[in-house]
């Protein structure tokens, strides 16, 4: 099955300078990769999401780039505010039954004043 | 504006009881999804369903079941609830397989 890794588990910015998050995908066959961010308290919500057939994407502060040869695709958030600070999770959907999303780990982000 | 709503919030239970957690949408989805997270674990599929009427076993089944008896509802019990058990559990739907993934806020679930 599909396997997802993502580093760092924990990032530390000051406000105002950019934080990058990177994930690292198994199955070739994945064609959506979504990224949430969770709050303390909260479930995780929906921030930005990339398809295979894209190598980017931008909303605001925030982007998604995918590079599918090598597998991997990174958030990039510039110009951190403190709400910002957040854990993120990355996760890859393959064309498998149910349609299931795989999870990496979470990144804790934190950004300081 | 609902979206996805988990009940209850919060419990505490004892080793060997049992209890059922429920997902309720409004966005007539067809794709519901039962989550626990644990520190350090991110997101683990326990158990799933395509449709009403229908359950499949995802990541971590054991010591689960869930039933999808009507298209808005997906519960999730637990039968003998032990320590192991203690986590936040999460819900999920989405409407297909284009279309992105809305979570409810969790259930913190203790078992001592």
């Known amino acids: ?64 780039t995918l590079n599918k040869t090598a597998k991997h695709f990174s958030l990039h958030i510039t110009e951190t505010q403190p709400e910002d600070s957040a854990v993120y999770f990355c996760a890859a959907l393959g064309p498998t039954a149910g349609n299931k999303l795989t999870f990496g780990g979470g990144t804790r982000v934190l950004v300081k004043p | 504006n609902a979206g996805v709503t988990q009940t209850p919030k919060f419990r505490v239970l004892k080793t060997g009881q049992s209890m059922t957690l429920l997902c309720a949408q409004d966005m007539n989805h067809e794709y519901m999804y039962w989550y626990r997270q644990d520190p350090g674990m991110g997101l683990r599929l326990i158990h799933y369903s395509v449709g009403e009427g229908t359950t499949a076993k995802g990541e971590v089944p054991d010591g689960y079941n869930v039933s999808r008896l009507k298209k808005q509802n997906f519960l999730l019990g637990l039968e003998s609830a032990a320590p192991s058990q203690t986590s936040v559990y999460f819900c999920a739907s989405r409407w297909n397989s284009n279309q992105p993934q809305h979570f409810g806020d969790g259930t913190r679930l203790s078992i001592l």
């Open chain 1, 1 to 64: 099955g599909e396997n997802v890794e993502q580093h760092p588990s924990t990032l530390s910015v000051q406000e105002g300078d950019s934080a990058v998050i990177k994930c690292t995908y198994s199955d070739s066959a994945s064609n959506y990769f979504p990224w949430y961010k969770q709050e303390l308290g909260k479930g995780p919500q929906l921030i930005i999401d990339i398809r295979s057939n894209v190598g980017e994407k931008k909303d605001q502060r925030i982007a998604v």
